[in-house]
């Protein structure tokens, strides 16, 4: 694992609100607008590839991965989850865990598409309940990644 | 894992060019025009979210995955494997595999951004050349995942 130094934003900071964390990865809330419960599994070390993690760190991202995807199923209701891995503008390894509705300004698009403005607006009543899940949202991953970590 | 019917089109097909396959999942070419190696991993169940996987299917097709981005950094020498598991068009488990490279249409987008069509004609020559690299991609792949199968 190579320091990545000042030049990695994500080596110098949290890049969202942080969830959880232990030595190996962080649980970052990304704060978007139009997709509250966007999350970021963030590995800590500076590692460009998801192939480039050792085996044991492999399992633990994966195991963290669907431990959220479990906790915003349940808690968002979300009618998918996107998970991606792209790394292009910032090449230190983060998932995106992006959950997805119906109606959201994208869909079903990937949420890297141009959205459609009235689209936008037209789910900001249902973007807006989601986001009052967001408190139970963070106890939720708190509660599920503590036990995880406890038990491993 | 339920049987989707012939409502899904990767339960009736194969959905590119079939490359290697197993009783769980299959590698396929999707023959994208900006992106020769574009490669997509999709379970042969019909399996909605990466997180209803049982551990071991989970297990193997994350081998699959590092294998095949192994495969592609190494034959293809992309600067950055973008992976993202999206199905909100067709929700049976897929995961996209995305060689880039910094003068690719979108690069550092992602793939599904609007592509600048100056950057489309740049590219053109180094797309031609990883192209060309195609058939010893297909034969590394095969090898590679005949071996881990085998292994397994």
């Known amino acids: 694992m190579r320091p990545a130094g000042a030049s990695c934003p994500l080596c ?28 970021r599994v963030v590995w800590q070390d500076h590692v460009v590839e998801f192939g480039d993690l050792d085996p044991a760190g492999r399992a633990w991202l ?3 991965l669907v431990a959220v995807e479990g906790v915003m199923r349940r808690v968002l209701e979300p009618v998918k ?11 230190h390894l983060h998932w995106h865990m992006i959950p997805r509705w119906p109606d ?10 141009t ?4 689209r936008v607006e037209a789910a900001a009543h249902r973007v807006a309940r989601t986001r009052e899940r967001l408190p139970q ?3 939720s991953l708190r ?7 406890g038990a491993g």
Do not use: C, K, M
């Open 12 to 39: 110098i900071e949290t890049g969202g609100e942080l969830v959880w964390q232990d030595r190996r990865l962080r649980v970052i809330l990304a704060d978007d607008a139009q997709y509250p419960g966007f999350t």
């Open 62 to 64: 994966v195991e963290v």
């Open 81 to 91: 989850v996107n998970l991606a891995s792209l790394g292009n503008q910032v090449a």
């Open 104 to 113: 959201d300004a994208h869909f079903p698009a990937p949420v890297w598409a």
């Open 115 to 118: 959205p459609d403005p009235a």
């Open 137 to 139: 949202y963070r106890r």
């Open 143 to 149: 509660e599920v990644l503590d036990a995880l970590a």
